[in-house]
């Protein structure tokens, strides 16, 4: 069975001691940092690029996933990578050609992400499964943390599981937005690898008992 991957957003993290939140879930066990960007265009928020981005790198040793809500994404594929992320995912409704923007992902040395809208069906990645390296189930309309999760998103993730299955693709699952204690489980049995957390953990009392918790709840 695929691993169960769990990476704090930190989007609503607190940006003034930013090293030492993402400390407080590597204590607890967390395998990725999930950074989102948003530039206020294909999103309603703006939040912070590639320079942050290399600023983090140098705070921790854990995988980057930087999932970019961003218009023409191609025009910064490079800068994130060489400022350190590991994971990149780009919008499906964002991308004119994604086949082509995938493929200069790998290139550049990153692993390959696409990211569905909750409005967009998984038909429309039909081509580029056999290449993509991680899928990203959006579970609430980009843009902000803390929204209640949509319920249609479990029954895109056991689809996109049962694809997976049937052609033997090896692209990771990844779920965003609105996961809690009380949704990660079924997701999880849905077929999710990689659980993308934001309010449930960085606005708890304790950021490190909430990760450890979320990581039992994993296992
Ligand atoms: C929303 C972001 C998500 C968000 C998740 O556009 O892509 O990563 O930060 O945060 P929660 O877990 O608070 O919904
Ligand atoms: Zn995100």
Not at 5 to 15: E, N, Q, V
Not at 185 to 207: L, M, P, Q, T, Y
């Given at each position: 069975?695929?691993?169960?991957?769990?990476?704090?957003?930190?989007?609503?993290?607190?940006?003034?001691?930013?090293?030492?939140?993402?400390?407080?879930?590597?204590?607890?066990g967390a395998n990725w940092i999930h950074c989102d960007i948003m530039d206020g265009q294909f999103v309603p928020?703006?939040?912070f690029g590639p320079f942050v981005l290399k600023a983090i790198r140098k705070s921790t040793k854990l995988p980057i996933d930087a999932h970019l809500m961003i218009k023409s994404p191609d025009n910064l594929l490079e800068e994130f990578i060489n400022a350190g992320a590991n994971y990149v995912t780009v919008h499906q409704e964002e991308v004119v050609h994604l086949h082509r923007t995938l493929t200069k992902i790998k290139e550049l040395g990153a692993k390959a992400g696409v990211a569905l809208n909750p409005a967009t069906p998984v038909s429309t990645l039909k081509e580029v499964l056999p290449l993509v390296d991680m899928i990203l189930v959006m579970s609430v309309n980009p843009g902000f943390g803390?929204?209640?999760?949509?319920?249609?998103s479990i029954a895109k993730i056991a689809e996109l599981d049962s694809l997976r299955a049937e052609n033997n693709y090896h692209y990771l699952i990844q779920v965003d937005g609105g996961i809690g204690m009380d949704n990660i489980?079924?997701?999880?049995?849905?077929?999710?690898?990689?659980?993308?957390?934001?309010?449930?953990?960085?606005?708890?009392?304790?950021?490190t008992a909430a990760t450890v918790e979320f990581k039992n709840l994993l296992s």
């Open positions: 069975m695929k691993d169960k991957i769990l990476a704090p957003s930190i989007l609503t993290a607190d940006f003034g001691n930013l090293a030492q939140q993402i400390r407080y879930v590597e204590l607890g928020n703006i939040t803390g929204q209640k999760f949509i319920e249609s489980k079924r997701v999880s049995e849905a077929g999710c690898n990689s659980f993308v957390i934001g309010n449930s953990i960085f606005k708890h009392d304790n950021i």
